[in-house]
């Protein structure tokens, strides 16, 4: 009996030290997400850890390693950045969040690594890795001997853009490791990293990254998105002569992706700033944020309101007392648009990455704006852009004229009151105006149109 009660006791302890993880495992989770790192890009020194080798899909962080093996092309001299790439059918017709390639025409090797570093285009990665090893499952097997180089022990992979596969998985700490090689080997690749926005074939795309613009010298790298794994990323930041590397996964949303890796970031740096060797560790800062009351709360008001995501209450709340702001995260004004748009877009591209939905402009071009360019000497000058094309306001117009041939009847009918209608619409910042190539002003939007905007 006595020997049934000591056998009893030694178990509940043993199952007590397993639940509790024991006395070293005991530590708190200060970041919401699965998984987190945080590395200090000139030593690889870890100054924070979350769980940092749970085996999770990369997702379009993938691409990260894509860009990669184009640059160890390219400084090979295996292919240059003016180098023309013939578009086929699997590549154009590939899912989830895209740059807009179609089979059949050429795109510069320049323009399809922006369409993987900024857009994200699941697309543009496939094509890349068809030029570069003349089909995708050959790329895949150079992709995975390059992560062995790097260290990267525990991950596999599938694809060339992160789109859901069986088996592939990688760690936080991997994605650390390939992000610090990376950075280190090609840091003009950050140029493209840090567009906040880029245009191909008159759709300009956002970059998912919403720190961008916002968190004091963050210029990189990747996010990512995949209902198995949930929201990643992979950021970097420099300031002064100190460059770190946080990287988070499995974030419940993108807010909370961003609003934690920004946390992460600013105590890694208030603790590289810390001279004396009895400085708090990034961990201790992390718990003296929680504990001064600038925990959940904090985080949720916090929020990204631009950030596209899961339209829970809270980011939704957030979205609208935030828009009056009129401050746009590190973009243009086009980039505040309403999450619902971008929500729907993500739903039903299920398994993709999360960036938001193409917005097309009347500007042609392939680049976005003033950004800079990694290839200003190298690449060749591409073609100018043709007349002006018609504005998406008025193609929107004429669809709801055929749609709707009673309402535009009675719009004819009545057109002394439509008149003034039109006389009351004044351009605002919010409104869609703009000037042809002509210089003449845009007419403003009929008013069904005007609804459709405020939902897009």
């Not at 245009?199 to 720190?211: E, G, M, P, V």
């Not at 208030?270 to 504990?291: N, T």
Request: glycine share 10%; net charge positive.
């Amino acid at each position: 009996m006595f020997g049934i009660l000591r056998l009893t006791a030694l178990c509940l302890l043993l199952a007590t030290v397993f639940l509790l993880g024991g006395p070293g495992d005991a530590r708190a989770s200060y970041i919401c997400t699965r998984s987190a790192i945080l590395i200090d890009a000139a030593d690889g020194q870890v100054l924070y850890e979350q769980d940092a080798d749970t085996l999770i899909p990369p997702a379009s962080v993938t691409k990260i390693l894509t860009l990669y093996l184009a640059f160890d092309a390219i400084k090979q001299g295996q292919i240059h950045p003016w180098d023309l790439v013939r578009i086929s059918q699997r590549a154009a017709n590939t899912g989830g969040s895209r740059m807009g390639l179609r089979a059949g025409t050429e795109v510069p090797v320049e323009e399809l690594i922006k369409g993987i570093g900024v857009v994200s285009g699941n697309d543009a990665a496939v094509a890349m890795a068809e030029h570069l090893s003349g089909s995708v499952e050959d790329f895949v097997e150079k992709m995975n001997i390059k992560a062995k180089q790097l260290g990267m022990v525990n991950s596999e992979f599938k694809t060339p853009n992160g789109l859901p596969a069986q088996g592939q998985v990688t760690t936080a700490r991997d994605l650390a490791k390939l992000s610090s090689s990376y950075i280190q080997h090609y840091p003009e690749a950050l140029h493209i990293h840090s567009m906040t926005s880029y245009t191909y074939s008159k759709a300009t795309h956002h970059n998912a990254n919403r720190l961008l613009g916002v968190c004091p010298g963050v210029d990189g790298i990747k996010t990512g998105f995949v209902c198995a794994a949930g929201f990643n990323l992979a950021a970097t930041a420099k300031r002064g002569d100190v460059r770190l590397i946080a990287v988070v996964m499995g974030a419940r949303a993108p807010w909370v992706r961003t609003v934690e890796t920004e946390k992460l970031l600013e105590a890694g740096f208030q603790k590289m700033a810390a001279d004396s060797g009895d400085s708090p560790s990034v961990e201790q800062i992390l718990a003296k944020r929680e504990s001064s009351g600038r925990g959940k709360a904090a985080r949720l008001a916090s929020a990204p309101h631009a950030a596209a995501g899961d339209g829970s209450a809270a980011h939704l709340r957030h979205s609208k007392t935030a828009k009056g702001s009129g401050k746009v995260q590190g973009s243009s004004k086009t980039h505040n648009k309403s999450s619902a748009t971008q929500i729907h877009v993500e739903k039903k591209a299920t398994g993709a990455e999360d960036s938001g939905p193409a917005l097309k402009q009347p500007n042609s071009g392939t680049s976005g704006g003033k950004q800079k360019l990694l290839f200003v000497k190298q690449t060749m000058p591409l073609k100018k852009a043709g007349p002006a094309e018609k504005p998406e306001a008025t193609e929107r117009d004429t669809v709801k004229k055929k749609s709707s041939p009673g309402k535009e009847a009675s719009a004819v009918k009545n057109g002394g009151s439509l008149k003034k209608q039109k006389e009351a619409e004044k351009p605002t910042s919010v409104q869609v105006f703009s000037k042809s190539s002509n210089g003449s002003k845009q007419k403003p939007v009929p008013e069904p149109t005007k609804k459709t905007d405020k939902k897009s």
